[in-house]
DNA sequence: CATGATCGGATAGTGGAACTATCTATTATG
DNA sequence: CATAATAGATAGTTCCACTATCCGATCATG
């Protein structure tokens, strides 16, 4: 396959996938001669995550070259996992002192309540902090009282994320399929969840009107 | 209140909110003078939306505008929730055909069970297939056993969602609270999907190590 | 009431990200 | 052998979210 090949076959563009060989994102071809290069399905099936990394997970161009390398490297599942979910940066927002105290209290309860251990250096810790501070930010802090509920579907969520890696066959898949599941779950669920709210919306006020 | 002190409060950049205010993110201050203005509370509480749904939501400018827009507008609750929706614009990665209408039909499939109505004209319907079209294209389809799951437990998170909303006592707070749960909602399940998995990942493979 | 800081508003500039286009020298193909 | 495609290098483009600079008006202070 060349490279005229690999574009049609994926979509991608010949110029968007030479700057994507420069930015390391896709491995180069096998050489044919000092300048001509032969690629194979191994190349548009690495296209087609890296597209669905940045399209669907909304991942820089920088943070998809970390998730592959960590795929790469992959000699612990652990620390790939460890890598995609920094790649994700979920939030970064400056919080103040006081309420960033609030919510790491509340998020330290919570998670004790579940048997989750955080590690300070965790960077989905923050993340977490980052967003209950924005909640109470705006007032919304009664969002307490649900939070543990919150906690316990996401435990249900996370099993069902486990169920869907466990017992495939080679190592390379599984790290990938991980990858994969972390990276497009976030998009799918919070689809899923759009569409239960409209759902549970249109039967409590089925027809909520204008002005009370 | 004036711009220093506004920016003071906020955290954010006089340059930066004289940009907003261009922008239409941020209502102009009450004039005193042809060239002066006079700002208060609920500035400082709109720049605070603002900033979440830029940095938490991850919403470009524009898009941030047309919540806030819908949001003033305020005539129907489903029609703000609509307009959120579509601004927070999921995924868009394009699929061929068969993917798609597999995509679909298992879409369909799940959505009867749960109860859910699909308008085809509705962009979260376009969110889920696009991202379970990305998944078949990454071979990873082994996600229809696990969708109905999925589907379930988004039911439940939906729920506990609207108990948020309810009994807020404005509808102009509802309408807020539906809009600041939307956005900072998915980012808050997310980091607790993240920490639920870790704490099932390390439970399961204790210590899965190198290569097989 | 003078004067220096701050203001609102207009306009222009900056830096990063993700491509996209052009060029050259080579290689493949009918 | 003529045409087209290729790899690789470099430069250019577009968009976005700011950021900086000016200007003339206004405020706050002594």
Redesign the pocket.
């Known amino acids: 396959m060349?490279?005229?090949?690999l574009s049609a076959e994926s979509g991608v563009?010949?110029?968007?996938i030479?700057?994507y060989?420069?930015e390391g994102l896709l491995p180069?071809?096998e050489r044919?001669?000092?300048?001509?290069?032969r690629?194979d399905r191994e190349h548009v099936r690495r296209l087609k995550l890296v597209r669905a990394l940045?399209d669907v997970g909304g991942l820089?161009?920088?943070r998809v070259r970390e998730v592959l390398d960590g795929i790469e490297e992959h000699d612990d599942i652990h620390k790939v996992l460890g890598t995609t979910q920094r790649a994700l940066e979920l939030t970064r927002i400056a919080v103040d002192e006081p309420t960033r105290d609030w919510a790491m209290d509340l998020l330290v309860k919570v998670a004790e309540e579940r048997g989750w251990q955080l590690r300070p250096d965790n960077p989905v810790v923050e993340s977490a902090v980052g967003t209950l501070g924005a909640f109470a930010a705006l007032g919304r802090t009664e969002l307490v009282e649900r939070l543990a509920g919150y906690a316990e579907l996401a435990d249900q969520v996370a099993t069902l994320d486990l169920a869907g890696v466990r017992g495939l066959p080679e190592r390379e898949t599984v790290v990938e399929a991980a990858v994969v599941g972390t990276v497009l779950g976030d998009a799918l669920f919070a689809a899923l969840r759009r569409l239960a709210q409209e759902h549970a919306s249109a039967t409590t006020w089925p027809t909520l009107p204008g002005r009370p």
């Open positions: 060349r490279m005229a090949e563009p010949v110029a968007t030479k700057y060989l420069r180069p071809g044919t001669s000092p300048n001509q290069a690629y940045l820089s161009i920088a």
